[in-house]
């Protein structure tokens, strides 16, 4: 699976399993014959049905592996149990902008991701589902702790404890932590100083200390960087190269080249071949109790 499928899956919190269920719960409910509701950001339960079919959409359309090709086995294997917990707030208007993004997704956006951390997805899709419970109160499921904490589910209860992720939680679009005072600030231009590339707007790269403009197709990366979407390419002359999705059975991968669906990278070959289906998990599950 690709580091996107993997940003796909977390970043809104879609892994909403733990301890958290009171009854066995259904992973989806029937949608339109389109396969999107009406109003598919109005609540949580229609949320959690038409996320994961854009995100397969994307995945089909694109040909970037990071499920099954087939719509019907990619939902299978990117299961998102309705959540059932009074600890989560649903933000309809977060929602809306996070699936008109996905359904607008280009996927010339994909190199970006693929090299990238996961900055694009969470401004758009990281702020839809929010935990309320403080560090060191009970929590049943991994997302139910508020920002910059999550669930620990050694026991039923579990409870909140400060993670060591980014102690601002999510930040908007055109925002970054600033580490020393675990604020949200504005990202910065080409030309400020920087300390890691993650300050820096969104498709510049931080090199000696300054926001720049990387390097494209061809563009020499000896010494400076490339763009975001761009990755550094070793040889006789180090030249910036994109991604390349979709290679196809048999066809060289590794690098810049990425299988396409239903195919992974084997590692001693250096080709694409075909996948097995991913496992299932079984989420853990244990009953709150309700005064």
């Known amino acids: 699976m690709h580091k996107l499928a993997a940003i796909l899956s977390l970043v809104v919190g879609i892994s909403l399993t733990g301890c958290g269920l009171t ?4 992973h989806r409910t029937e949608v339109s014959a389109a396969g999107i509701t009406d109003e598919p950001a109005s609540n949580l339960v229609s949320f959690a049905n038409t996320y994961p079919e854009e995100v397969c959409k994307i995945n089909a359309r694109c040909d970037m592996a990071m499920f099954s090709s087939d719509i019907a086995q990619c939902l299978e294997e990117f299961p998102m149990p309705l959540p059932d917990s ?3 707030s649903f933000d309809k208007a977060a929602a809306k902008s996070c699936l008109e993004f996905l359904r607008n997704f280009d ?4 190199n970006l991701v693929a090299q990238r951390d996961p900055s ?3 401004e758009r899709c990281g702020r839809v589902i929010q935990g309320t419970v403080p560090v060191g109160e009970q929590c049943y499921g991994f997302f139910e702790c508020v920002d910059g904490s999550a669930c620990s589910l050694r026991g039923c209860p579990g409870v909140c404890v400060a993670t060591r992720m980014s102690t601002c939680g999510v930040c908007g679009a055109d925002e970054y932590c600033d580490p020393v005072g675990s604020v949200c600030m504005p990202s910065l231009s080409v030309g400020e100083t920087c300390a890691s590339r993650s300050e820096c707007q969104y498709g510049l790269r931080c090199y000696e200390g300054v926001c720049v403009v990387g390097g494209t197709d ?18 006789a002359n180090r030249t910036c190269e994109k991604f390349v999705f979709g290679r196809q059975e048999g066809e060289t991968c590794g690098g810049v080249y990425l299988c396409g669906n239903d195919l992974r990278c084997d590692s001693i070959t250096w080709t694409c071949v075909a996948t097995t289906p991913a ?3 079984e989420p853990i599950t244990c009953t709150r109790v309700v005064p």
């Open 218 to 235: 061809g563009q020499s990366c000896d010494p400076a960087p490339c763009a975001e979407g761009w990755t550094c390419v070793e040889g």
């Open 107 to 110: 996927c010339a956006d994909s």
């Open 86 to 88: 009074p600890a989560l």
């Open 120 to 122: 694009l997805l969470v």
């Open 23 to 26: 009854e066995e719960t259904p």
């Open 279 to 281: 496992p299932k998990h």
